[in-house]
């Protein structure tokens, strides 16, 4: 009477067939790359929650006060058109003293968003490519109408002209710098 069964030689070829799958699905869906896009994908959505926060603010409060500064979130390094210094701070208060100067509780009907985001690799020099920049939210303002809020990418998707992706190009945020995700009331400003 002869076993049924399947021959040493031919396990070994199935277990090769999969593995070659298994790298080739790796390869190509590349992890790693997924996971930056999901904090590009955050990045985008904090940033138009706030800047549509900051546009409640300015159509409800009668006499709506910036701080003139540079805020930033993490480390000294700002966008390279930014020229005033950039004060850190990580703090996520809605009152004026978090990161973004504004007191967006001043709304009659309160804050729109309970707390101030902060980047999902807030500090990291991943962003950009390597070790210029950090992953951070920046804020700054000339008068008391007028922001831009600004980020970096660290995606090849999502990242600046070095990346060879065009969500950070001027002609898409309309911000001047095509390597910062600039939005906000005049995101051309040349800070």
Request: include cysteine; proline fraction near 5%; charged fraction near 15%.
């Amino acid at each position: 009477m002869k076993l049924k069964g399947f021959t040493l030689i031919e396990l070994l070829v199935v277990i090769a067939i999969l593995a070659v799958l298994a790298v080739a699905v790796v390869l190509v869906l590349n992890p790693a790359e997924l996971i930056r896009q999901a904090r590009d994908t955050i990045r985008i959505s904090d940033l138009a929650a706030l800047n549509s926060a900051i546009a409640l603010y300015l159509a409800d409060v009668a006499n709506p006060t910036f701080s003139d500064t540079g805020r930033c979130t993490s480390g000294s390094t700002k966008p390279p058109n930014m020229t005033r210094t950039c004060t850190t701070s990580t703090s996520t208060a809605v009152d004026s003293n978090g990161w973004v100067p504004i007191n967006l509780g001043s709304i009659s009907r309160g804050s729109p968003i309970p707390l101030l985001p902060i980047d999902p690799y807030n500090g990291d020099t991943g962003c950009e490519g390597g070790t210029l920049d950090l992953c951070m939210y920046v804020f700054a303002s000339y008068t008391d109408e007028t922001h831009e809020l600004n980020t970096n990418m660290e995606s090849t998707k999502y990242g600046g002209a070095s990346s060879g992706s065009n969500v950070e190009l001027n002609s898409k945020d309309g911000g001047n710098d095509a390597d910062w995700y600039e939005v906000g009331s005049d995101p051309g400003l040349n800070l």
